[in-house]
């Protein structure tokens, strides 16, 4: 299912017009990478310390990253080796969101490894749960949000953008 979603976001957004900057995409069709290797995977898990979702493995297995499909609202995501905590990479946005009254997000993001967006105006977050009864949390974060906007899974995000490109007629 991943597969065919992201082929739809990729072929919207080369028949859109953004694809004017992304040459090999255009001929490919595909706003994707070559997939990730199984050891990329582990040796980024043995530096994040974490195990990642299940969603996400099988993400970078099938594209090790994917261009984003507008100049504004998505955020590209991440070749593997790219990817670690927010903290380490943008560490003023976490310090900035963890301020009184702010505290719930700015404890969020200081445990959120970013796979997409990095110096980017939005990313998109995966947070590790907190105990063996809760789940991985999935963010769209931007100031212009602003905050959070959570996911069930990555399916449900890449599902979201391909119907937003659906509905703004990028067919």
């Known amino acids: 299912m991943m597969k065919k979603i992201l082929k739809g976001i990729s072929e919207l957004a080369i028949q859109s017009g953004y694809s ?3 040459t090999e995409q ?8 070559y997939p990730a290797k199984v050891e990329d995977i582990e040796y980024a898990e043995e530096k994040l310390g974490i195990k990642l979702p299940q969603d996400y493995r099988d993400f970078l297995l099938l594209t090790n ?12 995501f991440e070749a593997i080796e790219n ?3 927010l903290v ?8 900035t969101w ?14 959120s490894i970013l796979i997409g967006g990095i110096e980017e105006e939005q990313y ?17 974060f931007a100031s212009w949000i602003p905050g959070e906007y959570p996911f069930k899974n990555l399916l449900a995000y890449f599902t979201s953008v391909l119907k937003n490109m ?3 007629g990028e067919v």
């Open 88 to 95: 380490k990479i943008d560490s003023f946005m976490v310090a």
């Open 83 to 85: 990817v670690d905590y």
């Open 98 to 111: 963890n301020q009184k009254g702010l505290e719930d997000i700015g404890k969020e993001l200081a445990r």
């Open 65 to 76: 990253g994917f261009a984003a499909t507008s100049n504004y609202t998505e955020p590209r």
């Open 124 to 140: 998109f977050l995966i947070i590790p749960p907190q105990s063996p009864n809760s789940y991985w949390k999935y963010w769209k």
């Open 166 to 168: 659906e509905d703004r």
């Open 26 to 33: 255009k001929e490919s069709k595909w706003l994707g990478n």
């Open 20 to 22: 004017q900057y992304l």
